[in-house]
């Protein structure tokens, strides 16, 4: 009886190490977090814009198919996805939207005075709360949005370029993005 209650630790080390190497293989795709905003309503929001004049609210983006992106500076993922953000804007029309999340206003503007801004406006959400309302992860995140103010996708982490192939154009084709 003694001996099994030495086993036991040992036994459920070796679980988690087994449960641990089964998750690190380069082959395991995590679940999709799930967001309860899928089919909601668009929480409310009202940002100053970086450019300090104006505001960025969801009242002002409703009757037209949007994407928010929530991005920062800090971020560097949103780095790795910036090219795939200005070929949207460029290339695709798409209208898009930026949120800069838990950012210093001062580094957005140097940070998209060096990669480009690709976003039509940009609202500044210094403390997190529209990010929470969103319902946000971490950066990037991106919200596409149909023309009701209803948030239909949602994106974790860096847009790819297959992502935006299969998934995210034709859903905004879908929704009659112009």
Same mark, same amino acid.
């Given at each position: 009886?003694?001996?099994?209650?030495?086993? /036991?630790? %040992?036994?459920?080390?070796? @679980? &988690?190490?087994?449960? $641990? #190497?089964?998750?690190?293989? +380069?082959?395991?795709?995590?679940?999709?977090?799930?967001?309860?905003?899928?089919?909601?309503?668009?929480?409310?929001?009202?940002?100053?814009?970086?450019?300090?004049?104006?505001?960025?609210?969801? /009242?002002? %983006?409703?009757?037209?198919? @949007? &994407?928010?992106?929530? $991005? #920062?500076?800090?971020?560097? +993922?949103?780095?790795?996805?910036?090219?795939?953000?200005?070929?949207?804007?460029?290339?695709?029309?798409?209208?898009?939207?930026?949120?800069?999340?838990?950012?210093?206003?001062?580094?957005?503007?140097?940070? %998209?005075?060096?990669?480009?801004?690709?976003?039509?406006?940009?609202?500044?959400?210094?403390?997190?709360?529209?990010?929470?309302?969103?319902?946000?992860?971490?950066?990037?995140?991106?919200?596409?949005?149909?023309?009701?103010?209803?948030?239909?996708?949602?994106?974790?982490?860096?847009?790819?370029?297959?992502?935006?192939?299969?998934?995210?154009?034709?859903?905004?084709?879908?929704?009659?993005?112009?």
């Amino acid at each position: 009886m003694r001996k099994l209650f030495y086993l /036991a630790p %040992l036994l459920a080390f070796m @679980v &988690l190490a087994g449960w $641990f #190497a089964l998750a690190l293989r +380069p082959d395991y795709q995590p679940q999709i977090l799930p967001s309860a905003m899928i089919d909601k309503p668009v929480p409310a929001f009202d940002l100053e814009t970086l450019s300090g004049t104006g505001k960025l609210s969801m /009242a002002a %983006l409703k009757g037209q198919v @949007v &994407l928010v992106n929530f $991005f #920062a500076s800090w971020c560097v +993922p949103c780095r790795i996805e910036h090219p795939i953000l200005m070929r949207l804007a460029e290339q695709e029309h798409v209208k898009l939207y930026g949120i800069d999340y838990k950012d210093r206003p001062d580094d957005a503007r140097r940070v %998209l005075a060096q990669l480009g801004d690709p976003y039509r406006a940009i609202g500044l959400d210094p403390d997190g709360a529209t990010g929470i309302n969103f319902g946000v992860y971490g950066v990037p995140e991106t919200y596409v949005i149909d023309k009701t103010g209803t948030i239909r996708k949602r994106f974790v982490g860096p847009l790819t370029a297959e992502e935006l192939q299969q998934e995210l154009l034709p859903l905004l084709k879908q929704l009659g993005a112009s």
